[in-house]
Antibody, heavy 118, light 108 residues
Framework: QVQLVESGGGVVQPGMSLRLSCAAS????????IHWVRQAAGKGLEWVAL????????SYADSVKGRFTVSRDNSKNTVYLQINSLGVEDTAVYYC???????????WGRGTLVTVSP | SRVLTQPPSVSVAPGKAATITCGGN??????VHWYQQKPGQAPVLVIY???DRPSGIPERFSGSNSGNTATLTISRVEAGDEADYFC???????????FGGGTKLTVL
């Protein structure tokens, strides 16, 4: 089955860290860039980060640069998002999404909820 | 402020056509993609490259793009079409996606 499954979310205090995972199956994972997109409750979609198919390129939104790090392990078909120095503004559902080489996302995971609360 | 502007909400009666717009400066020169997101679920691609439908998306979903406005049209709307719809383009200068603010489609 072609899918992406996120995990690792939870409730944390400000300043703490989390590592989110995005596990892929059903397609040639090592051929595709993977992006992270987040959505605060009742809000729109906000792009967060990307990692290229081979891990050689990373990019981050200005709002998370220096605090978030994306990585991947193609042997495990998994992308990771390390989130440090969490703030309440990072509270959101985090989705990973597959980009088939061109300008749209053809597969999304169901998301994992990160709640930052004092 | 967002580069892509969508109406916050659109309401339509069952069986009628719904039109959701995505406005932006010369958006017609870009490829616009549309996603459907039902409550508690992940976004699903419904239109890509302005007007193409992924496999499994009903023919009732169609798209167009010209000038400063891209449009998603859902003909013969059904209760199951009730969802949030987001438009998206790719910003080649930053190599990042840009999303519209989303439109909540309500089926009356």
């Amino acid at each position: 089955q072609v899918q992406l499954v996120e995990s690792g979310g939870g409730v944390v205090q400000p300043g703490m860290s989390l590592r989110l995972s995005c596990a892929a199956s059903g397609f040639t994972f090592s051929s595709y860039g993977i992006h992270w997109v987040r959505q605060a409750a009742g809000k729109g979609l906000e792009w967060v980060a990307l990692i290229s198919f081979d891990g050689s390129k990373e990019s981050y939104a200005d709002s998370v640069k220096g605090r978030f790090t994306v990585s991947r392990d193609n042997s495990k078909n998994t992308v990771y998002l390390q989130i440090n120095s969490l703030g309440v503004e990072d509270t959101a559902v985090y989705y990973c999404a597959k980009k088939p080489g061109v300008g749209y996302f053809d597969l999304w995971g169901r998301g994992t909820l990160v709640t930052v609360s004092p | 402020s967002r580069v892509l502007t969508q109406p916050p909400s659109v309401s339509v009666a069952p069986g009628k056509a719904a039109t959701i717009t995505c406005g932006g400066n010369n958006v017609g020169s870009k490829s616009v993609h549309w996603y459907q997101q039902k409550p508690g679920q992940a976004p699903v691609l419904v239109i890509y490259y302005d007007k193409d439908r992924p496999s499994g998306i009903p023919e009732r979903f169609s798209g167009s793009n010209s000038g400063n406005t891209a449009t998603l049209t859902i003909s013969r709307v059904e209760a199951g079409d009730e969802a949030d719809y987001f438009c998206q383009v790719w910003d080649s200068s930053t190599d990042r996606p840009v999303f519209g603010g989303g439109t909540k489609l309500t089926v009356l």
